[in-house]
């Protein structure tokens, strides 16, 4: 991100923060799902863990905008930017742009607790993020967590935003890599092991595909987190044209200047229309809390323990989907330090 994007992105938090501080809140109630048996009562609701047979209790939660409903059941439909014959220049742009969006709203400060607390019942050190499009919340978001403990971060992607991963790289101080060939999230290899993580890209698998994602995890000790942004909810389709004039005014400020992008996104809007059409169908292609737990709920995935549920930041208009899920302390598998596909990044490049 450039310093100029970085500066108007600090002015629109400020902005938002004001604005949100003034409304009223109230209580909505949230399905939690929780074990019946030994239940750990002490903990927070974004702490109770599942064992396979569970109830679901409901729990009053904070908040502050009105919810809606779920309008129509999921559907599975292809996104643009997800394509293989999608030029790589214009699906970095979608990318970069969709991520200094969500930045906007300051989601890694919500993210940040339950993910701490999933990193510490899995007993990791060491993150690999699936699917990571422009780095996910992660320059921010690892430094929030590195607050208590050392953590180790791997971006990964099917059609890495290799320019991005080095920008990302060059101001995280070591703590961030990045695998600069394709990495599937649906045959991950051995060499990237630690706990899983995907923002905002859980949706693009339809259930069948989504389970492996959870199994292999499961088949190999590691723990996952899943955390979506996207909802098929009345209130989230009708803000997706927000993401296409988004496009229009933040493109300058997160992508170096190309005249094809200029083109793209001013003349002919290619990106706009494909960051619109995307965004809808982000929104009708994500899961409910309920149906993530009803992924979770088959005797190949017992052995880990599962939260599933809703948060959202007091200041933020943006409600997170999450999807916890760690083994028992006991059959957690050590990670290792070894990323051999890893994008090598010398000093000279981040001076440049």
Same mark, same amino acid.
């Given at each position: 991100?450039?310093?100029?994007?970085?500066?108007?992105?600090?002015?629109?938090?400020?902005?938002?923060?004001?604005?949100?501080?003034?409304?009223?809140?109230?209580?909505?109630?949230?399905?939690?799902?929780?074990?019946?048996?030994?239940?750990?009562?002490?903990?927070?609701?974004?702490?109770?863990?599942?064992?396979?047979?569970?109830?679901?209790?409901?729990?009053?939660?904070?908040?502050?905008?009105?919810?809606?409903?779920?309008?129509?059941?999921?559907?599975?439909?292809?996104?643009?930017?997800?394509?293989?014959?999608?030029?790589?220049?214009?699906?970095?742009?979608?990318?970069?742009?969709?991520?200094?969006?969500?930045?906007?709203?300051?989601?890694?400060?919500?993210?940040?607790?339950?993910?701490?607390?999933?990193?510490?019942?899995?007993?990791?050190?060491?993150?690999?993020?699936?699917?990571?499009?422009?780095?996910?919340?992660?320059?921010?978001?690892?430094?929030?967590?590195?607050?208590?403990?050392?953590?180790?971060?791997?971006?990964?992607?099917?059609?890495?935003?290799?320019?991005?991963?080095?920008?990302?790289?060059?101001?995280?101080?070591?703590?961030?890599?990045?695998?600069?060939?394709?990495?599937?999230?649906?045959?991950?290899?051995?060499?990237?092991?630690?706990?899983?993580?995907?923002?905002?890209?859980?949706?693009?698998?339809?259930?069948?595909?989504?389970?492996?994602?959870?199994?292999?995890?499961?088949?190999?000790?590691?723990?996952?987190?899943?955390?979506?942004?996207?909802?098929?909810?009345?209130?989230?389709?009708?803000?997706?044209?927000?993401?296409? @004039?988004?496009?229009?005014?933040?493109?300058?400020? /997160?992508? !170096?200047?190309?005249?094809?992008?200029?083109?793209? %996104? *001013? #003349? +002919?809007?290619?990106?706009?229309?494909?960051?619109?059409?995307?965004?809808?169908?982000?929104?009708?292609?994500?899961?409910?809390?309920?149906?993530?737990?009803?992924?979770?709920?088959?005797?190949? @995935?017992?052995?880990?323990?599962?939260?599933?549920? /809703?948060? !959202?930041?007091?200041?933020?208009?943006?409600?997170? %989907? *999450? #999807? +916890?899920?760690?083994?028992?302390?006991?059959?957690?598998?050590?990670?290792?330090?070894?990323?051999?596909?890893?994008?090598?990044?010398?000093?000279?490049?981040?001076?440049?």
């Amino acid at each position: 991100m450039t310093p100029r994007g970085r500066t108007l992105q600090a002015k629109f938090r400020q902005s938002t923060t004001v604005l949100f501080d003034k409304v009223i809140s109230a209580n909505i109630q949230i399905p939690i799902l929780t074990c019946t048996a030994k239940t750990s009562h002490h903990l927070q609701p974004h702490q109770a863990f599942a064992a396979p047979e569970c109830s679901i209790p409901i729990i009053s939660l904070p908040k502050y905008f009105p919810d809606t409903a779920t309008v129509m059941p999921r559907l599975d439909l292809a996104e643009i930017h997800e394509q293989s014959w999608f030029p790589s220049t214009l699906r970095d742009a979608v990318t970069d742009v969709l991520q200094f969006l969500l930045n906007w709203t300051g989601y890694e400060q919500t993210v940040a607790p339950v993910l701490r607390d999933a990193l510490d019942r899995a007993q990791a050190s060491r993150v690999v993020d699936l699917c990571s499009g422009g780095g996910g919340p992660w320059p921010n978001l690892v430094q929030l967590l590195s607050k208590e403990r050392n953590i180790g971060v791997c971006l990964t992607d099917k059609f890495p935003n290799v320019e991005t991963f080095r920008r990302i790289l060059c101001s995280s101080r070591g703590q961030i890599k990045a695998a600069i060939g394709p990495v599937d999230a649906e045959s991950l290899p051995v060499e990237f092991s630690g706990f899983r993580t995907l923002f905002n890209s859980f949706h693009h698998f339809e259930p069948s595909r989504a389970r492996a994602i959870l199994q292999d995890a499961v088949e190999r000790g590691q723990g996952v987190g899943i955390f979506e942004v996207p909802r098929r909810a009345f209130a989230a389709i009708c803000a997706t044209p927000l993401m296409a @004039l988004g496009a229009l005014f933040v493109t300058p400020f /997160t992508c !170096r200047f190309d005249w094809r992008l200029l083109v793209c %996104t *001013y #003349l +002919i809007p290619v990106v706009p229309i494909v960051l619109w059409i995307d965004g809808l169908l982000s929104c009708l292609r994500s899961y409910t809390p309920d149906e993530l737990r009803q992924l979770c709920d088959t005797p190949d @995935l017992c052995s880990h323990r599962w939260s599933v549920g /809703t948060i !959202r930041h007091r200041f933020s208009p943006v409600t997170i %989907t *999450y #999807l +916890i899920g760690h083994p028992n302390p006991t059959a957690v598998t050590p990670a290792t330090d070894d990323c051999t596909a890893a994008l090598k990044v010398l000093p000279q490049d981040c001076a440049a």
